[in-house]
């Protein structure tokens, strides 16, 4: 296995800095239980009268659900550990538990849902919208493109082969229309957009801003329907979450450019701009960077980041279902924030090389990573290849930038 050599590579055994009570999201006493609040309430709680130990020698903290041992474990420096003997149980979880509501999540251009398990962890649920082979049409603009259900699942492997690991876990999943959508939503206005088509397949299109139209309905095959199921972060009255605007954010607009583009020394008034004149936050920016030129994604437009831990801590990379439209092209201003600061992080850079190599051949290790996927293979060979010819333009860049 590529993948296992990989992970036990040196480059990836630096250890994190100690985390005390204040780098963790959430400070809890793991002997002590937790239940449900009696009013219905999805939160939970800590229970006072609990037991200390449970009868059966294990913790309280081992009978807490994947999601929750997922939040619980979130820090300053990382969404999950590296070595996380959690993650195949999350996975498996997220494709195979029992799906008790289903909702539309309000907001966003296109249709996604909220799906909420027994043990009351709660997916976002991106639907397949086309094919594998599918190529993003060269005439699109970025903010016109479909978001794909298996470039949401690609990326979350593809951030955790870099060792960034700062996207919540994602698992493809078949769900069926009418039984785990159409029969248990209490979605008024989604019920409203269930049909038959012609085909006699079941089919619905929900209330967004874009896509959102018997046009664009999701129909099933009759009424399977492939998706990603990405766990939700710890909900923001618990967590709050800060969003920043991009300094490379795009213009949206057909015609107009942003400054980035026009101004070749643009990253010089960015390096004076707090966030980014002090601490690793430019560093952070221009990993998010690389992880979006190897997968294509022009729409980053914000990212995200635990307000807790100010700003001394990782992006979260959310939202990567643009990416992996095109594998026959290269889309170079992406890489502008490299290109234009000439920097990076010595382990970011380190662990690229070593994915240049043979033995851990980037597409090789994803490909393997994506063939564990209950939706396998995820991704079509074509964009597996660009990634190794995009990684070696990353490291030319990198080359030049020392020649400078």
């Known amino acids: 296995s590529k993948l296992a050599a990989l992970f036990k590579h040196p480059l990836y055994k630096v250890p994190i800095p100690e985390v005390t009570d204040g780098d963790k999201l959430f400070v809890v006493n793991p002997m002590e239980k937790f239940s449900l609040r009696s009013s219905g309430s999805d939160e939970w709680v800590s229970n ?152 006699g397949n079941v089919c619905f299109y929900g209330e967004c801003s874009y896509y959102c139209s018997t046009e664009h309905a999701l129909c099933g095959k009759p009424d399977q329907l492939e998706g990603s199921m990405a766990v939700l972060l710890p909900d923001k009255a618990l967590a709050k979450r800060r969003s920043w605007r991009s300094p490379w954010r795009r213009s949206y607009h057909k015609s107009k450019k942003a400054e980035w583009e026009l101004n070749p020394n643009y990253c010089a008034q960015v390096k004076e701009t707090p966030p980014y004149n002090s601490g690793h936050r430019l560093l952070d920016l221009i990993d998010m960077t690389v992880l979006d030129f190897l997968m294509g994604n022009m729409d980053r437009h914000h990212y995200e980041t635990f307000e807790k831990f100010g700003n001394d801590t990782f992006l979260l990379h959310l939202d990567n279902g643009r990416g992996f439209g095109t594998h026959s092209h290269d889309e170079m201003s992406i890489l502008a924030p490299l290109q234009q600061c000439c920097r990076i992080k010595k382990s970011t850079y380190l662990r690229l090389r070593l994915l240049a190599t043979e033995p851990y051949r980037l597409s090789d290790v994803l490909r393997e990573a994506l063939a564990s996927d209950r939706l396998a293979p995820v991704l079509a060979e074509p964009h597996l290849r660009a990634l190794d010819r995009r990684l070696a333009t990353v490291l030319a860049a990198v080359g030049e930038c020392v020649a400078r």
């Open 48 to 199: 006072s009268k609990a037991e200390m130990v449970l009868p059966t020698g294990k913790t309280a903290y081992d009978t807490y659900p994947s999601w929750l041992k997922f939040h619980v474990g979130i820090n300053r420096y990382e969404l999950y550990p590296r070595q996380d003997p959690l993650m195949p149980a999350l996975l498996k979880d997220l494709a195979t538990l029992k799906i008790v509501s289903s909702v539309q999540k309000s907001g966003g251009t296109q249709l996604k849902l909220i799906m909420t398990f027994p043990n009351y962890g709660q997916a976002l649920f991106k639907p397949m919208k086309q094919t594998r082979d599918q190529e993003t049409p060269v005439d699109f603009f970025y903010f016109s493109d479909f978001e794909r259900h298996n470039a949401e699942i690609a990326a979350f492997h593809l951030d955790r082969i870099l060792d960034f690991r700062r996207i919540p876990p994602v698992s493809g999943r078949l769900v069926n229309i009418t039984q785990e959508i159409r029969d248990i939503t209490t979605d008024k206005k989604l019920a409203k957009t269930f049909f038959i088509s012609p085909a």
